[in-house]
């Protein structure tokens, strides 16, 4: 299996990508990915908070979860000046340092509102050199009054996105916001069609899951890992390209955009389910690269793990240069390496397959 992403594939991840879907407001880009997968599997569910799964063998014993999250980070709205200037606060992992000069969607009942991040000109600042932070960050939307942003349909509470959009770098880097971890979502989606279209019987329910509310701390994963009740969790997130300058490979590990997936060893990792992962790659002579997480991983496999008696989990992350910003970039043959490496440990699960340690 050479080439895994289509053309038709790749113009659902620039799709996916651009549509907003920030914490809590996820339901637009999870309709738009229910869409993509409903021909690749055989029902499907919601539940109050807007994760979407897709489940192929709805009526089997054994469960299998592949999974992904949706969100994306953002601003709230939450205070107006009576100049009409616009402060904001965090929905998830929002980086200050980022936004002065960017142009940003307010998201209101009324449709979009354009605005940018103001800052002072370098001209003002000689003297006092200040760097952005959640004190003296802040909206323009063009208004001179508050009464003035208001007609428009901003209030307190309104969510912000950054404008930025996908695009290709040199042919193989996916460059765009969220792609953390928007990629993991069209990710299990191809490994769903990889599975119709070669025609694979499992033997056991599999559950492709596309979470909400991750960048707030894992509470989408929460709340349908309780739902589902799975036997076996396979989680896909994606962890930092240390090779970039400033970044301490002795703080941050070793980790390669090009070198492929990266699985992680750690306390919420059940270690017979990662040797699996591990001698499929390379029985299927895919590239990995390994990284250990102290205590917890920070991701959804946190979440499976913990919930319900204990869910036998793994992760599977694809590496990502700049998080947290508007041109995260990862590379286009990790990502298919990833889907494979996904796709062909799936097959690898039996049926009833018990993980534990002993019994």
């Given at each position: ?26 339901s637009d ?74 142009r940003v ?180 002579k895919i ?73």
């Amino acid at each position: 299996m050479k080439k895994i992403i289509t053309t038709k594939s790749e113009k659902f991840l620039q799709l996916y990508l651009n549509n907003p879907s920030p914490t809590g407001f996820e339901s637009d880009g999870q309709r738009m990915w229910l869409d993509y997968i409903k021909p690749y599997i055989d029902e499907y569910f919601t539940d109050n908070y807007g994760s979407v799964v897709g489940v192929i063998n709805p009526g089997a014993e054994y469960k299998v979860v592949i999974e992904a999250h949706a969100d994306e980070i953002s601003w709230f709205v939450h205070y107006i000046t009576k100049d009409g200037f616009i402060y904001l606060r965090r929905n998830g992992g929002s980086d200050h340092m980022i936004a002065p000069s960017k142009r940003v969607n307010i998201h209101t009942d009324k449709g979009v509102v354009k605005a940018v991040f103001g800052w002072p000109a370098i001209h003002m600042r000689q003297q006092k050199e200040e760097t952005p932070s959640m004190k003296n960050i802040f909206l323009d939307c063009g208004c001179d009054s508050k009464e003035a942003v208001e007609k428009l349909g901003v209030h307190v509470g309104c969510v912000v996105t950054f404008e930025d959009e996908f695009m290709i770098l040199n042919k193989n880097r996916y460059v765009g916001r969220a792609l953390d971890n928007r990629v993991g979502g069209f990710m299990i989606a191809e490994v769903a069609r990889l599975l119709k279209e070669q025609k694979v019987k499992l033997p056991f329910g599999l559950y492709i899951v596309n979470s909400v509310q991750e960048e707030v701390g894992l509470r989408g994963a929460e709340m349908i890992a309780r739902k589902i009740k799975p036997d076996v969790a396979i989680i896909t997130d994606v962890c930092h390209d240390t090779h970039t300058p400033m970044v301490d490979k002795i703080e941050n590990g070793d980790q390669k955009s090009g070198d492929g997936p990266v699985l992680t060893y750690g306390p919420a990792v059940q270690n017979n389910l990662l040797k699996l992962i591990i001698e499929t790659a390379k029985k299927n002579k895919i590239p990995f690269q390994r990284a250990a997480a102290s205590r917890a991983t920070g991701t959804d496999t946190d979440a499976f793990a913990y919930s319900n008696e204990g869910v036998t989990s793994a992760l599977i992350s694809l590496p990502l240069r700049y998080m947290h910003t508007t041109v995260e970039m990862v590379r286009k043959e990790d990502v298919e390496e990833t889907i494979r490496l996904i796709f062909e440990s799936v097959q690898s699960i039996k049926k009833g397959q018990d993980f534990r340690y002993f019994n």
